[in-house]
């Protein structure tokens, strides 16, 4: 006779991650997740949008890992997460001013150009 399993209290916080986990995933696909795929193979033309998404991504998984990995760090030492936010906004904003290039009520041509142009 198979005896049912039953759930202790000590479980209850493993089940309820992965309750959110879940629900997370699952909201996440019927939300933004499509828009980004959809938004990324607009912004990267045919000859090159598998390799520029496929490079997107890894950026993102980089950023997040320090992220995370800073996070500990940030909270021990400062005892809020406001000094890592800080410095990934401020460093955002001077890589968005020194690097990108203006590209405001400009064609796609006159972009392609530009962006040609500052390799």
């Known amino acids: 006779m ?8 000590k479980n209850a916080p493993i089940l309820a991650i992965g ?3 879940v629900g997370f995933i699952c909201f996440f696909i019927f939300s933004t997740g499509p828009i ?8 990267f033309s045919i000859t090159i949008n598998e390799a520029a998404i496929l490079f997107v991504g890894f950026i993102n998984s980089l950023v997040s890992d320090s992220f995370q990995q800073i996070f500990s760090w940030d909270l021990d030492a400062f005892g809020s997460i406001f000094f890592s936010n800080g410095l990934f906004a401020v460093s955002g904003m001077i890589f968005i001013i020194l690097v990108i290039p203006e590209t ?16």
């Open 2 to 9: 198979i005896k049912p399993q039953t759930y202790s209290v």
């Open 104 to 119: 405001n009520k400009k064609s796609l041509e006159a972009l392609k150009e530009i962006l040609i142009k500052s390799k």
């Open 19 to 21: 309750f959110f986990l």
């Open 36 to 43: 980004i795929g959809v938004s990324f193979s607009e912004l």
